[in-house]
């Protein structure tokens, strides 16, 4: 298993650089592709958070960076899940070093989630890498064509099943996973971050 440079006695600041050298070298090349930058995390969770606390699940969580992220600037309580277990390890390694206590981080996949535990949710397109092969992170876990769709058509059941008001943010991605029952009701100026509010 891969380890993370922690020195020990020290406790960084939740910065961009500081959270990417903890970083094995490997996965510091493709941060910025992977994982949520911090400041979108900031922009996610006041939006999320807008109208109180939330039980918020990060679909397809990587190393856990916007949970860890948005849980160190709320008050939320954030869960994610990735079927990667060398990114759990990983994950959980740094919300120790970070001594974040309202984050759980669990690997799993996504088709046993009960989404009704859960009143608010974060996706960075998770299931793209099933499409296109160079693009993928690792040959950890199987990846395929048909596991875009499965995965994709159960989210989007699950969420069109969700309570009215509930509140999704999606970062990229061609938001194919977000029901017609949820209206956009913000963005960034770039367009690539996204408030959806089910009506």
């Known amino acids: 298993m891969k380890q993370l440079e922690i020195t020990e006695h020290t406790k960084p600041l939740l910065t961009e650089n500081n959270f990417g050298k903890l970083l094995p070298k490997d996965l510091q090349k493709v941060s910025k592709t992977f994982f949520t930058p911090i400041r979108i995390a900031q922009i996610a969770t006041q939006w999320l ?17 916007f949970c860890i992220s948005g849980a160190h600037y709320s008050d939320s309580f954030f869960y994610g899940i990735e079927y990667r277990e060398s ?24 088709l046993d989630v009960n989404f009704k535990l859960y009143n608010a949710f974060y996706m960075y397109n998770p299931f793209f890498e099933n499409l296109v092969a160079p693009k993928r992170l690792n040959n950890e876990v199987r990846l395929a064509d048909n596991l875009y769709d499965t995965y994709k058509n159960y989210t989007e059941q699950q969420l069109d099943n969700a309570p009215i008001s509930t509140r999704l943010v999606t970062y990229h991605g061609n938001n194919f996973e977000v029901p017609s029952s949820y209206e956009k009701v913000n963005q960034t100026d770039d367009g690539l971050l996204k408030l959806w509010i089910k009506f």
Do not use: S, W
């Not at 390890?89 to 996504?110: C, R, T, Y």
């Open 87 to 110: 990114l759990v390890d990983i994950g959980n390694e740094l919300i120790k070093h970070f001594e974040i206590k309202n984050v759980v981080l669990e690997k799993g996949d996504i």
């Open 49 to 65: 958070t807008e109208d109180g606390p939330k039980k918020i699940f990060d679909i397809g969580a990587g190393i856990g960076k």
